[in-house]
């Protein structure tokens, strides 16, 4: 088969179903006309009374397939993630479409929805990053498909069945574990935040992006499944003075970082599982460090090697990058911990709010320390403030959803959030980390984000202290 | 754009290009024989000889569409939910896929993963269901794309943008809402399991389904985000005497069901989001009745009407469908509840343990009354039983994992699990149901599930009591 106009007109989406639905019942006319059909109806044909003869039926099957086949060039640009069907005028009056008829068995999300994780204009989509649209965020859970990615060299494609992990240095015995052998060791399952150490990053000195998809997006929360780390080290036997333990990425840039064997013991996990299946490529496929409450960095994705020392490793992500430039020109290195944030993701900036009445106010909070303990919200700028409620689960290490009634004036306000975790810290504002660490350093930003409503409704992003 | 011999391989087999090309084929000699078609070729018709007509090239165009479209995503045929991906020798030694460069800013799972549901083989696609792969399930969310189905006239396609939920009747004041409107009111979020009353419909008599996938897989858990039925219901007033309320949907089966307004007040949730997105078309989208803990033909999906009576409204399915036949005659009718039941989803069946030695058993356990307290394993058909570990998060309403570690001697074993709910409800064996209510009724089947594992490691599914 070549390709022609045809097809060319057929996968622009200027394709009808109704073009093969008037194929269709000039077939069914022209079968009832012929005395050799089994489907004759004399001259005079009316309706089947029995619905559709086997073959038609075949036919709606192949009209479905190719508006899924027409979805899937056209929708790759129009809605990713989606199966692009005809919406008739009334589904009440046609038959739906049948199950696994056009996903598969694997479905996708409605071709109404757009929202998409949007790419940082960095120079190379290679070294880059995307964020969560967190300003349409519901609950907890992040949908696998739009959670944040930052990637040094691209994304990996792995085969699972050739991958191996290699675990040696200061062992008692080497060893290469293959994912299915990682899969026999007993499993756990936590719903956890990630955040990007960079998260916030043009924000430091004054307000940059626009939405908060621009601004906080560098967050996500999946259910993490796997092993505990424990149980590998446990199985390879760590030797006396083992204090470091590198973890190596199977990616172009060879990701590598320190990570002290106490926090690797604790509760560090190699993640097989996101969100109830395999994890997602561009999140490490077949293979991921989950390292609780720490940069998102330290998560090693395509995790390929652990290697065990006495000291850290000292490499380019915790020397020359990923530390934290201060006002006296020292750097702070190993500064793993996300501290507590909060983010309001509704109202939230570029939005427009209708009318004065009722909102409400919702949004996210996490801690790199545990749990979220209180979110409080002004909206007066910070004058005065009430405690938010706390949506459950509320669980460790994982976004908290909060919310607040809000009956809007029609005046300007300032809407801000304030989290306190288990630990007792609470969130500073963007000037307090400032005034401490100074401008140069551009990670962990962790103050309070302020929105401004202006009169008009127009929701902007500012500081305001 | 061109088109490869694996294109043409996959639409063939997943399209049926050669049953098209039949089609055509017959449509073009009914054409010839038809005096009216412009393409009549008298009572011997011949091959055309210029050619095909414009509609027949239309006709080819269609399926160059379905080749090219499986080109462009041949992993959607091969691989449903799929970004099909280059695997090099060596993803250290070449640039990664870049951010957003391939998937429109909305990823996919891995081209390994092939792990789909299943459809049931019911006469037609459009009242059937698919089956959640619960033996590849790990930790408690369901991914959506593999959300178990049930259809009774197929996925309705619906436009959020003109969709309205009427809500009348014993009201104070009728009202329309939109699903902007809906949204504007405070959000619930809460992981809940659903489950078909259909689930393990066939296992009654004896085992008969091979896998959990078949046996069990009628059950999800989602993250379901929406809009308290109470908080609409309190809107629009209920009347005195206010004591059912119907939910009707709007796909082509106009599914309806009467729910208790007690039910209703309590915690039935209008739902616009799952696991952090809008609720995936075949779900309802874009707004789904949960009934939480109900059974899951309550949860009227595409929901477009509530209607408030002093009566229930003794539906289709609440008279001829859904309801429990017992052996003296007469039918449970309005048997809502879905009790505790449990299974182990690992080992199970059609599985193959290759040798003796260390195996983590993992299952899921649920109840529609709340929390489940306690899961029993027996690896001796029932003689003795040992408590299950609960991961957390352990909620109401919602699949618990639960695992325990397990050392196969490489004898014959028969895994059981049993769980206890918050109300003291112990799951019963298959038998102990059976001869309650005989086996006329097919519905809300909780029993033990059994697999034997045989000497041989095969694994598989039996009656055992």
């Known amino acids: 088969m070549k390709k022609s106009a045809d097809s060319d007109e057929l996968s622009s989406r200027k394709f009808g179903l109704s073009q093969l639905q008037e194929l269709e019942a000039r077939l069914l006319h022209l079968e009832q006309r012929d005395p050799s059909s089994p489907y004759y109806r004399g001259s005079d044909p009316v309706s089947l009374p029995h619905g559709m003869p086997p073959r038609r039926r075949f036919m709606l099957g192949a009209m479905a397939a190719l508006g899924t086949a027409g979805a899937h060039s056209a929708a790759t640009a129009a809605t990713p993630g989606a199966i692009e069907r005809t919406v008739p005028p009334d589904a009440t009056k046609i038959q739906g479409v049948g199950v696994a008829v056009d996903d598969g068995g694997y479905g996708g999300r409605s071709q109404f929805e757009t929202e998409v994780r949007t790419r940082y204009a960095t120079k190379t989509t290679e070294s880059s990053w995307s964020f969560t649209p967190l300003q349409n965020s519901m609950g907890i859970v992040t949908p696998s498909g739009l959670h944040y990615e930052r990637h040094h060299g691209g994304i990996a494609t792995i085969d699972p069945t050739t991958h191996q992990l290699y675990v040696h240095g200061m062992v008692k015995q080497a060893k290469k574990f293959s994912i299915a052998h990682i899969k026999r060791y007993p499993m756990l399952s936590r719903l956890m935040f990630m955040e990007c150490s960079g998260n916030g990053l043009t924000e430091w000195a004054k307000p940059t992006l626009k939405t908060v998809q621009g601004t906080h997006g560098l967050t996500s929360t999946s259910e993490w499944v796997g092993v505990p780390l424990s149980t590998i080290l446990n199985e390879v036997g760590l030797r006396p003075g083992a204090k470091w333990l590198l973890a190596e990425g199977g990616d172009a840039a060879v990701m590598t970082r320190s990570i002290p064997i106490e926090k690797a013991m604790k509760d560090c996990l190699l993640a097989y599982g996101q969100n109830g299946e395999a994890i997602r490529p561009e999140q490490g496929y077949p293979l991921r460090l989950m390292v609780p409450g720490y940069e998102g960095n330290m998560a090693i994705k395509w995790l390929r090697r652990l290697e065990i020392s006495d000291t850290p490793f000292m490499t380019r992500e915790e020397t020359s990058k990923y530390t934290d430039l201060m006002p006296d020109g020292t750097a702070l290195q190993f500064s793993f911990l996300m501290e507590a944030k909060s ?123």
């Not at 005065?384 to 909060?402: E, K, S, Y």
């Not at 809007?408 to 307090?432: H, N």
């Open 343 to 465: 983010v309001i993701t509704y109202p939230s900036g570029e939005m427009l709010l209708q009318e004065p009445g009722f909102y409400e106010i919702s949004g996210l909070a996490w801690s790199g320390r545990g749990t979220i303990k209180r979110v409080e919200v002004s909206v007066d700028g910070g004058k005065n403030w009430r405690d938010a409620i706390l949506h459950d689960p509320v669980l460790p290490i994982c976004h908290t959803r909060f919310t607040l009634p809000w009956e809007w004036s029609g005046q300007e306000a300032i809407l801000q959030s304030r989290c306190t975790d288990e630990t007792g810290y609470v969130q500073p504002t963007i000037k307090q980390l400032a005034d401490e660490r100074g401008l140069s350093s551009v990670y962990h930003l962790n103050g309070i984000q302020s929105w401004k409503v202006a009169a008009s409704g127009e929701v902007s992003n500012v500081h305001h202290y």
